[in-house]
């Protein structure tokens, strides 16, 4: 189960703009960059990251319905911000793995605890 929407709103409202500014120059975090289905604003969402092979794999902790996942997929693609580099990922793919095997070992501990099963893999396109 992924984490409730009231932690999503605090985050919205609070932590992400704490961290926006500094979240594309930490390991393990990036900012998606993607525009909404509806108002067709350009949005900028922090999230965790992971590198697998030529992929990335984003760690859904409001699970595969969050607006930005929503909005990833039916652009088929978004652009990336990590480390000073920026990227375009194309061909979203849901993924649900228990054992979150895409991820780092101490990852998957944490990820365990937090119950999150879901993760969007983008390839850099």
């Known amino acids: 189960m ?3 929407r009231w932690v999503a709103r605090f985050n919205l ?6 961290l926006g500014p500094v979240a594309e120059y930490m390991p ?18 922090p999230v965790m990251v ?8 984003i760690a859904l902790t409001y699970g595969p319905g969050a607006h930005w996942v929503q909005n990833v997929i039916a652009q088929g693609g978004c652009e990336f911000q990590s ?8 061909e979203p793919r849901l993924l649900h793995d228990e054992h979150r095997r895409l991820v780092p070992v101490v990852v ?7 119950n999150v099963s879901d993760f969007l893999e983008l390839t850099i396109g």
């Open 50 to 57: 992971f590198r697998h092979g030529q992929n990335f794999v």
């Open 108 to 114: 998957r501990l944490a990820l365990a605890v937090l």
């Open 28 to 45: 393990g975090m990036g900012i998606v960059i993607h525009e909404g289905r509806k108002t067709h604003r350009r949005y900028r969402t």
């Open 83 to 90: 480390q000073g580099r920026t990227f375009h990922l194309a």
């Open 13 to 18: 409202l609070v932590t992400n703009r704490i």
């Open 2 to 4: 992924p984490l409730p």
